[in-house]
């Protein structure tokens, strides 16, 4: 059961958010991408964080998704760094992908989220860098500090949690991964494990305040190292990279729908299904989404929308 | 803080809703992403001492006139013509600029002991202001001294006796003005500026004229070569005015004109928000805001539109000069550029703009259909300099009721023109030929006009004929939340939704169309390039 505010109460108390076109004329500040989360790595916050995890993410997320994990064993091999690269469908896959990560990541862990909806107010930049160990990035204009920040982190061995496709999915179908986890990786030479979330969506649907239970799987893939060659015989840039984790992401959402082996014959023969979805009209799309990726109940409509 | 200037926003996911004026209420909208909201400048700051100011401007003229006192003399013949109702918009708190402005020229006249002194409301073709509104613009003190006595006229257009033909221009435009003011030894206006298109010669050419004389430059023709209406190097109604304008001065009328402009401070306190940007409305702006639109919601149509109607601005004035006609409006005029104009690089496919309860000719009456597309593409589609702001074929969307509803006190050869004559046709040429000279002649709305509180009977036409510049451009006209029938009776096309709207406007313009929004009012004009 959700409490929600009259929605009147609602559109006067929320402020409206700041156009990303325009710079904010503001002394520094600390809010958005330039929101300072080195607090939040400190022993003691890292200490509340695991007493928090532990007792309030894992099993909220154990009651409301109940994830099952498939292939962990790759991640045996890894000492970290490691940029779990993952889709993104749900605001809930951040408190999953972090659940789900064995003990020895988990606890060094950061996520990378949007600077723009996790940072745009002082509360909530603090409680979800405090309680899942978020750090800012933009998602709608260039900037190198939110990208720094997440290359000093895995320098100094934690691990980083991207969603490339830089927000969740509108329609249940994947989206382009940007390059933003490929160009770390290649810089600070670390290795990407795909990840892939499947049924999330019709727990906790992009627009929708309200939970459902369902049940969750999370599939973690081969681990990716950036500087493959390429046709070219030079090393593969960023946007290459990233199609390959896109396109490792894609066959663990083809295992998904169907098996190990098969979704392996169909990568072999390059026949593994369109992550983004059938290049076709709206309906169509929605047509051919699998159950898994349904949403399962209607969202506010955009009349009734809260303004801001 | 110095007042920031004018923008243009690019709307992205983070932009918060776009509020559009939707008459007697608001539409929150949501634009596409890479949408345009074009903003106007803030409010500069009034002048310090408005009377001090005025006092300086009179005695300081510019131009080739001399100062105000060494014009009167005792036995002189002196008339002070001032604009009607239709200025500003909304009506401003007490004082208003034309009592500052009357009282300071009335007592360089009591000074210099002029006893023959006369007040001529420049209505033109508009309605007759009642007292209430006469007092409210002048003032106690000049409405008591001057209306009881009938020294406090309105223009009468179609009183034969009260007007002189001063002959024909180069181009054979008849010029007939006000009697009164024409046979004057000094005619002093005086006028609020609002927007570049008020002041200058059409002050005297257009507010004192008749209807043999206005229907030269209130024409089809003339309206769709005036581009724009705001900028009078390219307006062809300008050119008419300026050419009737030195006729008038070379036939020996004395004009001392003074002109005043204003911030852009349109609205009271409680309806702060309605002149800041939506991102930065503080939790007292959006009270108000919400609790507006919450209360509007729930409240009949008249109510809403006699709240609207009662608010009074507290606008403030930005600079006032005297003098020679010319001299002084490209003086107004540069002041009017400092605080509303805004630079805007390139046209857009769809031009998108909500309008207000109020346009020029229904303060303290209803927005007539008429009214509404002669605001929308007369008026705001005019709001620019250069180019307009939506390209050749593009199509603009309005958002307002568009209620099928007439004043019948104030418009009602409106109601015959939109029942019949649009009925039958929306084509402009069609209709000056076939019906103009019937409203312009009939005796009942001539009697109505003179007697009453009517606007003159061919005032519908030519409020259809002010959108000849946008109707000849535009490749659509789409409105909003508007009364169907009424917006078809016009060949536009009703739309409930602005999505829709969009959708509709796509057939005309092609896909992934570029959309820019005219955040007004607070006025502002665009200067395309």
């Not at chain 1, 906790?204 to 239970?213: A, V, W």
Request: neutral net charge; hydrophobic residues 40%.
């Amino acid at each position: 059961m959700s409490v929600r505010l009259p929605r009147i109460v609602d559109e006067v108390v929320s402020r409206p958010t700041w156009p990303g076109t325009l710079p904010r004329p503001m002394e520094p500040r600390n809010i958005g991408v330039d929101y300072d989360t080195a607090w939040t790595r400190k022993p003691w916050a890292r200490a509340l964080r695991r007493v928090l995890v532990d007792n309030v993410t894992r099993p909220f997320v154990a009651v409301v998704a109940t994830p099952q994990v498939f292939g962990r064993e790759h991640l045996d091999p890894l000492e970290g760094p490691v940029i779990f690269a993952a889709n993104h469908s749900s605001h809930l896959d951040t408190s999953i992908v972090v659940a789900c990560l064995p003990e020895r990541f988990r606890r060094r862990t950061v996520v990378a989220a949007a600077a723009d909806y996790f940072f745009d107010r002082p509360w909530k930049a603090a409680l979800w860098s405090l309680a899942l160990g978020t750090i800012p990035m933009e998602r709608n204009k260039v900037s190198r500090k939110g990208a720094d920040l997440a290359a000093s982190l895995l320098t100094e061995r934690w691990n980083v949690v991207i969603f490339p496709e830089g927000g969740r999915t509108r329609d249940g179908w994947g989206q382009e991964f940007r390059g933003g986890a490929a160009y770390l990786a290649k810089r600070c030479d670390v290795p990407v494990v795909p990840v892939h979330l499947r049924g999330v969506r019709p727990v906790f649907p992009r627009g929708s305040s309200t939970l459902r239970r369902g049940k969750v799987e999370v599939r973690f893939g081969d681990p990716l190292r950036p500087g493959q060659k390429v046709a070219s015989g030079k090393e593969e840039d960023a946007r290459h990279f990233a199609g390959r984790i896109e396109g490792a992401v894609a066959l663990l959402a083809d295992e998904a729908e169907s098996d190990w082996w098969s979704a392996r014959r169909r990568a072999a023969a390059g026949e593994t299904p369109a992550f983004r979805g059938p290049d076709a009209s709206a309906w169509r799309r929605a047509w051919a989404l699998p159950a898994s990726a349904r949403r399962t109940r209607s969202v506010r409509s955009k009349s009734s929308a809260k303004p801001w | 803080m110095s007042p920031r200037p004018g923008f243009v926003l690019e709307v992205d996911r983070s932009t918060p809703p776009t509020l559009f004026w939707h008459g007697e209420g608001f539409r929150f909208e949501q634009l596409p992403e890479g949408s345009r909201v074009v903003y106007p400048p803030e409010s500069l700051d009034g002048l310090a001492d408005p009377d001090a100011a005025i006092r300086h401007a009179l005695e300081h003229p510019v131009g080739d006139s001399a100062p105000l006192s060494a014009l009167l003399k005792p036995e002189m013949r002196l008339t002070i013509a001032f604009d009607d109702v239709s200025l500003p918009l909304p009506p401003m708190r007490r004082p208003d600029m034309r009592q500052r402005v009357v009282e300071a020229v009335l007592d360089a006249a009591a000074a210099a002991g002029v006893d023959d002194v006369v007040l001529i409301a420049a209505l033109a073709l508009h309605r007759r202001m009642t007292d209430n509104e006469l007092r409210h613009a002048l003032g106690d003190r000049v409405f008591d001294a001057f209306a009881p006595h009938g020294l406090l006229l309105q223009h009468d257009a179609e009183d034969p006796a009260a007007l002189v033909h001063l002959g024909l221009t180069e181009q054979g435009e008849d010029v007939e003005i006000n009697r009164r003011a024409a046979e004057s030894d000094l005619l002093v206006y005086v006028n609020i500026n609002l927007s570049a298109m008020d002041g200058g010669h059409k002050s005297v050419a257009t507010g004192l004229a008749s209807y043999r004389s206005l229907k030269h430059h209130h024409n089809v023709r003339t309206l769709q070569h005036s581009r724009s209406l705001m900028d009078r190097h390219h307006s062809e109604m300008h050119s008419s005015n300026w050419r009737m304008g030195r006729l008038i001065k070379n036939a020996g009328v004395k004009i001392f004109q003074i002109e005043s402009t204003l911030n852009l401070d349109m609205f009271p306190s409680q309806f702060s928000f309605l002149q800041k940007r939506e991102w930065e409305w503080s939790l007292a702006d959006r009270a108000g805001f919400h609790s507006t639109r919450l209360a509007l919601d729930h409240t009949p149509p008249r109510l809403a539109r006699q709240i609207f109607q009662s608010m009074l601005s507290p606008y403030a004035p930005t600079s006032v000069q005297a003098g020679e006609v010319e001299a002084v409006h490209d003086l107004t005029l540069e002041n009017l550029h400092r605080q509303q104009l805004v630079a805007v690089e390139g046209q857009t496919d769809i031009l998108t703009m909500g309008l207000p309860y109020l346009s020029p000719y229904n303060v303290n009456s209803i927005m007539n259909p008429i009214l509404v597309a002669c605001l929308g593409l007369g008026y705001f589609f005019n709001l620019y300099r250069g180019r307009p702001l939506v390209r050749e074929g593009g199509v603009c969307i309005i958002s307002h009721p568009t209620p099928w509803a007439f004043n019948p006190v104030h418009h009602p050869s409106y109601i015959d023109f939109f029942e019949q004559v649009l009925a039958d046709t929306t084509d402009m040429f069609e209709i000056e030929k076939r019906y103009e000279q019937q409203f312009a002649t009939d005796p009942w709305y001539i009697h109505l006009y003179r007697t009453s509180y009517a606007y003159h009977g061919v005032h519908p036409l030519y409020m259809w004929y002010w959108c000849a510049h946008a109707l000849d451009y535009l490749g659509g006209v789409i409105i909003v939340g508007g009364d169907r029938a009424a917006v078809r009776r016009m060949g536009f096309k009703p739309a409930s939704t602005l999505a829709d709207a969009l959708e509709m406007a796509e057939d005309i313009v092609g896909r992934g169309p570029s959309i820019t929004h005219l955040h007004a009012p607070p006025l502002l004009v665009a200067d395309v390039s």
